[in-house]
């Protein structure tokens, strides 16, 4: 989940807080996981929320989005032209082709983790596996690109290179973020460059990484529900996200199974 105003300052994790973090992170890994598995044609988005929540719960876990500034659900389930912070329904039933984008937060032990995945319904249409393809590279360049003694902006850099150079778009109105006891802490973390700018990234910072590619222009407009975010040229978007560690020997990624 990206917003786009933080005011808080950057916090450094111990070790002994990263590795509550990475146990966030794998339970939301877990339900990502399970929530791709079951979204086939006939499910609604609402059936995939009780799952995750389920899941979470049982894993000893909070979901981190409900309630989280009132929203309602435990994922954020945004098809097609929708970028992100869909609102789960039991009236949103998948469809063949469809492009389903699933973020999740869990809360361990008073610690976060946060990750997204894009998953195509069935047989893919208009395309979007190159997309869903495109996106997910993106996030590793990212990542990549979370180096210690770097800056915040050679993330955003890394992803917007790779975005344009393969003809697509990155969202500029929302962004990833720092994350810890608080699912937002600072500092944003943009999809796009110029690199050599924003906090320099240091041992024990962790962020959220989120790049969101649109098949058309980057540009959004936001639906009347008070969440969701769709591509304002009604073109297919994809999004994914990691929480990632920045370590002395290299990014480490926190949302894995």
Known sequence: MGKTQIKRRVTLKSQDQLALMREAGRIVAE??????REAEPGVS???????AEA???GRGAIPSFKGYRGFPATLCTS???????GIPSARRTLRDGDLLKVDCGAIYRGWQGDAA?????????DGAARLVEATRAALDRGVAATQA???????GQAIEDYALGLGYDVVREYCGHGIGRDLHEEPPVPNYGPP??????VP?????????????????????DGWTVRTKDGRLSAHFEHTVAVTTSGPRVLTLP
């Open 204 to 224: 024990g910072m962790v962020l959220c990484i989120e790049p969101m590619l649109n098949a058309g222009s980057g540009e959004t407009d936001a639906l009347n």
């Open 55 to 57: 899941h979470i719960r």
């Open 31 to 36: 339900a990502l996981d399970l929530v791709s």
């Open 196 to 201: 050599g700018n924003g906090p320099q990234l």
């Open 45 to 51: 988005t609402l059936e995939l929320d009780a799952l």
């Open 117 to 125: 995945v894009t998953v195509v319904v069935g047989t893919p249409r």
């Open 149 to 155: 003694g770097g800056y915040v902006s050679d993330i």
């Open 79 to 85: 098809i097609n032209d929708e970028i992100v912070h």
